[in-house]
């Protein structure tokens, strides 16, 4: 299936809309900072979708209008502002219906799209790798076969620009079926390329893993490289990075580590984030999945960051990894006003476990090395074994755990290989666990915070 890519002569004009329901009885200051910030948001996407702002509608209601989800006032006053100003396409902050977008467009009469189709076309147009674009492609057919019907228009060949990427204009003339078909073979495709990462991650041997997590665009990529020297791109925008980077880091500040970690950067978190975008970026979300350590990276500068946590959290659990050890890297301080720096206290605590930089500035980034130091100590673990010395596989095993784990010391007995090693816990319970019975130490244990531990064969 082809993808068509509409090639823009001039910026289109947009308006944002955004509404919340049911009303509440919060202080209308309150209300309207809360609407500010959505519309921000959004206008950020439209920006970086590449479409100018020209004017933001918001509106509370007690209830959805099912056919037009906002209410026909409010859509004729919208109707007669694209009129006026020429504009080329309405956006919603909220998920619309298939029936709501083609009610708004007959009174509107220009492209309507919501919230999650445009950060679908902002995925489109930043995925360069051929796995991006695989899981960007699933995730938009996806988006639109939960929307097709015959009634389907707003997707007809007299629109272009945003929200027509990837297999948007063509599927006016593909039917259910073969929408279906493709996306079985793009499953299939992510399948294997989800098994070749897996074959990766178990190469990756005993390494211990860090990942960084966190709303979009709140600076882990300038952290990672700030850590790495891994030279990611970075720029002001959503989704600038949408492929897991993973670099080795073996020092940080000149301290080396207790082992060497791989630490990576993952695609950034959003509010309404398309359920099918998050399925199809499982295979490189599982880095987060695997870590044993996350850095929950968060811009202290947004007004709305207490939200955006609440989004990585709520992520986090729909990925199964809430269960994870977390720093909270409370990052951009240097933009901090000073009503904003008398919220530092209580944060630190409400999150003991946080630290509070500018990894654009490099301030106070001495807390977080030492910070991540203590807990990659905290997650490694020494072990002694025996390995009987006439068993014929004694040396395959040793083998396998110079792969695993670090042998930090090997005896030659007369009856047994005594072997010291030390890693991740994690990954020497596994190790331990995959030995035979015969060979695997009987009575071993592994427990957190232990330097050294002994395991004797029967």
């Known amino acids: 299936m082809s993808k068509l890519h509409t090639t823009k002569k001039e910026e289109e004009k947009a308006i944002l809309v955004c509404t919340t329901i049911p009303k ?9 900072k809360i609407f500010k910030e959505h519309l921000e948001e959004l206008e950020f996407l439209t920006l970086t979708a590449g479409a100018v702002v020209v004017d933001k509608f918001y509106q509370e209601r007690n209830k959805i209008d099912k ?3 906002i209410g026909k006032g409010k859509a004729q006053e919208i109707a007669k502002k694209v009129e006026d100003e020429k504009i080329d396409l309405v956006i919603f902050e909220n998920s619309l219906s298939p029936t709501q977008i083609r009610n708004l467009e007959k009174i509107i009469k220009c492209k ?3 919230k999650p189709a445009l950060i679908l076309d902002i995925f489109a147009s930043n995925a360069k790798t051929s796995e991006a674009k ?8 996806q988006y639109l076969q939960a929307r097709l019907t015959r009634a389907w228009t707003h997707l007809s060949k007299q629109y272009g620009g945003i929200g027509t990427k990837g297999p948007g204009e063509t599927q006016i003339e593909t039917d259910r079926r073969l929408i279906g078909t493709r996306i079985s073979l793009l499953k299939e495709k992510l399948k294997k390329i989800e098994e070749q990462r897996k074959t990766q991650r178990q190469q990756r041997g005993g390494f211990s893993r860090i990942a960084l997590v966190g709303y979009t665009n709140v600076g882990k990529s300038t952290l990672l490289n700030l850590l790495t020297d891994a030279g990611v791109y970075v720029e002001n925008k959503l989704f600038a990075t949408l492929d897991t980077s993973t670099k080795v880091l073996k020092e940080i500040n000149g301290e080396k580590l207790p082992q060497p970690v791989l ?4 695609v950034g978190f959003i509010r309404n984030l398309p359920h099918d975008l998050i399925e199809s970026f499982k295979s ?6 695997e870590a044993d350590i996350l850095l929950h990276v968060i811009d202290l500068s947004s007004e709305s ?11 986090l659990k729909d990925l199964g990894a809430d269960a994870k050890q977390v720093i909270m890297v409370f990052n951009k301080v240097d933009k901090l006003d000073e009503n904003k720096q008398e919220l530092i206290p209580a944060l630190k605590q409400r999150y003991p476990n946080s630290v509070f930089i500018s990894a654009f500035k490099g301030i106070n980034m001495g807390s977080l090395f030492d ?3 203590d807990e990659m100590k905290n997650e490694i673990d020494e072990v002694e074994i025996k390995i009987p010395a006439n068993d014929p596989d004694a040396y395959k095993i040793i083998n396998m755990l110079h792969e695993e784990a670090d042998i930090v010391s090997t005896k030659y007995l007369t009856k047994f290989i005594k072997l010291k090693i030390k890693g991740n816990s994690k990954h020497l319970k596994k190790i331990l666990s995959g030995l035979s019975s015969e060979k695997q130490p009987p009575r071993g244990k592994l427990k957190k915070n232990r330097k050294e531990l002994s395991a004797e064969s029967a």
């Not at 695989?134 to 057919?141: F, S």
């Not at 630490?263 to 993952?266: C, E, G, K, L, Q």
């Not at 490189?284 to 999945?289: D, P, Q």
């Open 24 to 32: 509440s009885t919060t202080a209308k200051t309150v209300k309207q």
């Open 67 to 69: 056919s037009l989800f």
């Open 112 to 114: 309507v799209l919501d």
């Open 134 to 141: 695989t899981q960007v492609e699933l995730a938009q057919l």
């Open 263 to 266: 630490i990576s950067d993952t």
């Open 284 to 289: 490189t979300l599982a880095e987060v999945v």
């Open 305 to 315: 960051y207490d939200d955006q946590i609440t989004v990585v959290e709520e992520t």
């Open 371 to 373: 910070k991540i130091i």
